[in-house]
Nanobody, 114 residues
Framework: VQLQASGGGLVQAGGSLRLSCAASGSIFSINAMRWYRQAPGKQRELVAAISSGGSTNYADSVKGRFTISRDNAKNTVYLQMNSLKFEDTAVYYC?????????WGQGTQVTVSS
């Protein structure tokens, strides 16, 4: 499984971005897809996850602001980020779970200016 993330960039606080992560390769039976982020000097943290059936969960810090979705026909997962805050600044990574093996995308930088 290969994951290609895109959509990061520089945005002012209060703005929005949408991240995309396209899966390719042996994508049969991909289960959960997730977005993680890692800020400088901090550990990588789970931001949002979506199961193959569409169930979602979010970190408390992004609830009500971020929305994860997936388009199974396009093998793509999205992260719509609204009301961005300075503390959302991080490298965002997409992750896919297939047969209990984790696959990672290359990361996309999100920078929120205050």
């Amino acid at each position: 499984v290969q994951l290609q993330a895109s959509g990061g960039g520089l945005v002012q606080a209060g703005g929005s971005l949408r991240l995309s992560c396209a899966a390719s390769g042996s994508i049969f039976s991909i289960n959960a897809m997730r977005w993680y982020r890692q800020a400088p000097g901090k550990q990588r943290e789970l931001v949002a996850a979506i199961s193959s059936g569409g169930s979602t969960n979010y970190a408390d810090s992004v609830k009500g602001r971020f929305t994860i979705s997936r388009d199974n026909a396009k093998n793509t997962v999205y992260l719509q980020m609204n009301s961005l805050k300075f503390e959302d600044t991080a490298v965002y990574y997409c992750n896919a779970d297939q047969y209990s093996t984790d696959y990672w995308g290359q990361g996309t930088q999100v920078t929120v200016s205050s």
